[in-house]
Antibody
Framework: EVQLVESGGGLVQPGGSLRLSCAAS????????MHWVRQAPGKGLVWVSR????????SYADSVKGRFTISRDNAKNTLYLQMNSLRAEDTAVYYC??????????????WGQGTMVTVSS | EIVLTQSPATLSLSPGERATLSCRAS??????LAWYQQKPGQAPRLLIYDASNRATGIPARFSGSGSGTDFTLTISSLEPEDFAVYYCQQRSNWPLYTFGQGTKLEIK
C-alpha cells in the first residue's frame, strides 16, 4: 500500500524549532518529488515547500523562506521539514504529499494524514 | 504570484443534483490545474489533474474542464459522500504552487 506517515508535530514556543518527518512506503520514494502543505485551523490549504527526487533542488513559499528547510533521505525513505524561528501564524496541520510525477506533474496524488504544529507560549 | 479565486464560497445542493464549481486564475495557468476534495478531519484527495484528467479511482461523475484562466469542476449527480470542501491548485508558476480558498459543498 502506498503510504505517507508524518510525525514530529507538537507544541512549541514562538521562536522555537521543530523537525517534521514523513515516512514513505509502498512506492519508489527516490523517484518522486515531494511537498509539504499546511492548513491552519479552519482555513484552506497552503503549499509550503518542494524538493526534487535527489534533493538537489528545493523551493519555498515566501512566508517560510529562510526559516524552513526541506530535505530528504532516500536511503531511509523519509522526507523532513526543519522549522526554525516559529511564529504563531505557523500553527497548522502539516501534510506531506507526493508529486504526481510523469503522469500528474505538479499535482499532489498521495497525502499523509498530517501532523499538528502549535506555536504558542 | 498567481491567485486562484474559487466560487461560490458555499454551494447548497441536494443529492442527485448537478454541482458546478468554478476556479479563476489571476493569469493564465494553461491546463496546469488540479482539483482536490477534503472531508472533515481527513487529508485532501486528488480528483482531477491537468484540468480534465481524473486521478486513479475517481468516479466518472467527477469531471474537469477549462484552460487559461477559467476552470470548472462538475459533479454530474451528487452522492451523499460528495459533500465536502473542494480546492483548486495550480502548478503553472513552478516552482511555486498555489491553492484556491476552497468551495464548501453542503447538503441543502
Amino acid at each position: 500500500e502506498v503510504q505517507l506517515v508524518e510525525s514530529g508535530g507538537g507544541l512549541v514556543q514562538p521562536g522555537g524549532s521543530l523537525r517534521l518527518s514523513c515516512a514513505a512506503s509502498g512506492f519508489t520514494f527516490s523517484s518522486y518529488w515531494m511537498h509539504w502543505v499546511r492548513q491552519a485551523p479552519g482555513k484552506g490549504l497552503v503549499w509550503v515547500s518542494r524538493i526534487n527526487s535527489d534533493g538537489s533542488s528545493t523551493s519555498y513559499a515566501d512566508s517560510v523562506k529562510g526559516r524552513f528547510t526541506i530535505s530528504r533521505d532516500n536511503a531511509k525513505n523519509t522526507l523532513y521539514l526543519q522549522m526554525n524561528s516559529l511564529r504563531a501564524e505557523d500553527t497548522a496541520v502539516y501534510y506531506c504529499a507526493r508529486d504526481g510525477g510523469r503522469i500528474a506533474r505538479g499535482a499532489f496524488d498521495i497525502w499523509g494524514q498530517g501532523t499538528m504544529v502549535t506555536v504558542s507560549s | 504570484e498567481i491567485v486562484l479565486t474559487q466560487s461560490p464560497a458555499t454551494l447548497s445542493l441536494s443529492p442527485g443534483e448537478r454541482a458546478t464549481l468554478s476556479c479563476r486564475a489571476s493569469q493564465s495557468v494553461s491546463s496546469y490545474l488540479a482539483w482536490y476534495q477534503q472531508k472533515p478531519g481527513q487529508a485532501p484527495r486528488l480528483l482531477i489533474y491537468d484540468a480534465s484528467n481524473r486521478a486513479t479511482g475517481i468516479p466518472a461523475r467527477f469531471s474537469g474542464s477549462g484552460s487559461g484562466t477559467d476552470f470548472t469542476l462538475t459533479i454530474s449527480s451528487l452522492e451523499p459522500e460528495d459533500f465536502a470542501v473542494y480546492y483548486c491548485q495550480q502548478r503553472s508558476n513552478w516552482p511555486l504552487y498555489t491553492f484556491g480558498q476552497g468551495t464548501k459543498l453542503e447538503i441543502k
